[in-house]
C-alpha cells in the first residue's frame, strides 16, 4: 500500500499539473495537492483496513523530496505519448474506493475527471473554434 500512494500522489501531480518534481515540491500549492492526493489515499487504505502509521503522508512526502528534480512518472510519459494511461487504477480507483467506502476523495476525483480525456490514449487537440 506505501508504494501504491506514492505512486497515487506522484502519477496525479505529474500528470494533471505536467512538470517534473521540482516544481511540484517547490511551489506551495502543488505540494499540497501532492499531499491532499497521498493523505486521500491514505485514508482509502486505512477505510479498507490496512494499517498505515499516522506520519505516513510526512514520510512519502519527504521521500518525494529526495527524489530527482526532473523525475516524473509513468502516467505521465503514457500522457505525453498518447497511450492508454494507468488512470483507472490509480487516482480513478482511490476515488471509486473511497465513494464506495464513504471516504471523502475530492482531489483524486478531480484529477481523474480532468485526465479522463486522455485516459485511453486521446491525445486530438481540438481548436478553441471546434476545428
Not at 505512486?7 to 516544481?23: C, F, Y
Not at 499516522?54 to 498518447?82: I, Q
Not at 487516482?91 to 485526465?115: D, H, K, Q, W, Y
Amino acid at each position: 500500500m506505501g508504494k501504491f500512494v506514492f505512486l497515487v500522489g506522484l502519477s496525479a501531480t505529474t500528470s494533471a499539473i505536467r512538470q517534473t518534481t521540482r516544481p511540484i515540491r517547490e511551489n506551495p500549492a502543488a505540494r499540497a495537492l501532492l499531499l491532499d492526493i497521498m493523505n486521500e489515499a491514505v485514508a482509502v487504505g486505512r477505510a479498507k483496513g490496512v494499517p498505515l502509521a499516522l506520519d505516513f503522508t510526512a514520510d512519502r512526502l519527504a521521500f518525494c523530496d529526495t527524489l530527482p528534480v526532473s523525475m516524473t512518472s509513468s502516467m505521465y510519459h503514457d500522457l505525453d505519448r498518447g497511450k492508454q494511461m494507468e488512470l483507472p487504477w490509480l487516482s480513478g480507483g482511490v476515488a471509486a474506493f473511497g465513494e464506495e467506502l464513504g471516504i471523502p476523495t475530492p482531489m483524486n476525483r478531480a484529477v481523474a475527471r480532468i485526465l479522463s480525456i486522455y485516459a485511453s490514449g486521446n491525445t486530438g487537440a481540438v481548436s478553441a473554434s471546434g476545428s
